[in-house]
C-alpha cells in the first residue's frame, strides 16, 4: 500500500512556475514508477509526465515537452513536477500516481495503482 500527497499547487501568471512535490508513504516507493497527471473542468483526466523507478527514463506529454521536468528522490520518497513557461490551459487539478510496472513509463492510468487527493494549479493570463 502506498499513500500519496501532493503539494505545491496554487495561482500563477502566465510565463511563471510552479514546483509540485508528492510524498510518498512505505518502504517500497523506490518499487513503484510514478506518473502526475492532469484533469481540468469538463475534460478527460490526461497524462503529464512519467518517471522509471530509478528515474534513469522519462517521458512528457507533447503539450508540456521542454516546459515541465519530471524527477525524483528515492532516499526522501518523493517526486516531483517543475512546471516553467506556464500557460493558461494548464490549468487543471493536478494528481501523481504509483505504478507497479515500475520498470517502464506507462501513460494510461489504468496503469497506475495508487493516487494522490490531487493539487491544484491556475494559471492566469
Known amino acids: 500500500q502506498v499513500q500519496l500527497v501532493e503539494s505545491g499547487g496554487g495561482l500563477v501568471q502566465a510565463g511563471g512556475s510552479l514546483r509540485l512535490s508528492c510524498a510518498a508513504s512505505g518502504r517500497t516507493f523506490s518499487r513503484y514508477a510514478m506518473g502526475w497527471f492532469r484533469q481540468a473542468p469538463g475534460k478527460e483526466r490526461e497524462f503529464v509526465a512519467g518517471?522509471?523507478?530509478?528515474?534513469?527514463?522519462?517521458s512528457y506529454a507533447d503539450s508540456v515537452k521542454g516546459r515541465f521536468t519530471i524527477s525524483r528522490d528515492n532516499g526522501v520518497n518523493t517526486v516531483f513536477l517543475q512546471m516553467n513557461s506556464l500557460k493558461p490551459e494548464d490549468t487543471a487539478v493536478y494528481y501523481c500516481?504509483?505504478?507497479?510496472?515500475?520498470?517502464?513509463?506507462?501513460?494510461?492510468?489504468?496503469?497506475?495503482?495508487?493516487w494522490g487527493q490531487g493539487t491544484q494549479v491556475t494559471v492566469s493570463s
Open positions: 518517471i522509471t523507478w530509478s528515474g534513469g527514463s522519462t
Open positions: 500516481a504509483a505504478s507497479r510496472f515500475w520498470d517502464k513509463v506507462r501513460y494510461s492510468s489504468d496503469a497506475y495503482h495508487y
